[in-house]
């Protein structure tokens, strides 16, 4: 039982990391930009399929992540030309994206639900050969080196005049727009790196996991959602950027570690969506919690 949970373990941690990165994309926009972007269900399928179409056309595995890193770019745009342009309220851009990337995953994989990587290379495979890794340890180097460089590029952006005007826009959108910026460029700009960044996620778990399916976005937001606020909550914010942006990546390898255990100890897999959701409402809660702990706990001011 303990080796399973051991090796349970192993498995989650590198796919955390990998799922990680699309953590990221999912920070910026709920919590740098303050924009409730559900398009990431189906932006995380794009670069899926569209890495696992291209690696199955012959491309280079690796030239394929930026091909599908680019697509969720494309993908991010539309939700903001939708917001911004034609003023339609950001959940319901996001999910009239969402809705149009099904159809268009599916094109993009040529009419299939899937598309099997068996036995063709991927980055993940290469990587493994060259070092003579396990499975499990090549994915974990590929996704703490991904991770890596994407926190200290989003770390360095969002030091710059952009970056800071794409937080201020989350802020106090009001304020920095009397400034002169134009607050729909920096969301626009905010949801293109974010759904960049979760459909490059979604190209290296295609490519980990030897497969693409047109359903693989499904509850996406939930996941990083749940990694967000499970980082935030255990490594908390009272540290510099460069900190949350590290805290959000663990989040999601907690998350996976977490749900690694409960399968292992018998909890059955159609049960995850019910246990994200307790997680999420549990770390939602401890700061309201805490809250009201301290002021029981605190003592009373006098008169």
Known sequence: ??????????????????????TLG??????????????VDGSFALGG???????????????TLF???????????????????????GILAG???????????IRVMGGRPNIPLLGMATSLTIIQNILSLSKVVSDLLVGFIFSVFIVLIMYWFFGTEMGCAIRATGNNEKMIRALGVDTNVMKTIGLMISNALVS??????????????????????VIGLASVIIGEVIFGNRFNFLYKLSSIVMGSIIYRIIIAIVLQLGLKATDLKLLTAIIVAIALSVPVLNKKANK????????
């Open 1 to 22: 039982m303990l080796e399973g949970i051991f090796l349970a373990i192993q498995g989650a941690a590198s796919q955390g990391i990998i799922w990680g990165i699309m």
């Open 26 to 39: 999912v920070y910026i926009t709920f919590k740098v930009l303050d924009f409730a972007d559900l398009t």
């Open 49 to 63: 399929a569209v890495s696992a179409i291209l690696i199955s056309n012959g491309m280079n595995p690796f030239i």
């Open 67 to 89: 091909f599908s890193f680019l697509a969720g770019s494309l993908a991010g745009l539309a939700t903001g030309i939708l917001n911004t342009k034609l003023q339609i309220p």
């Open 95 to 105: 999910i009239l994206t969402m809705i149009a990337l099904y159809s268009i995953n």
């Open 200 to 221: 490059l996620s979604g190209a290296l778990v295609t490519q980990s996991q030897g497969y693409a399916d047109v359903g693989m976005g499904t509850g996406t937001i």
């Open 296 to 303: 029981i706990l605190s003592p009373k001011r006098k008169g």
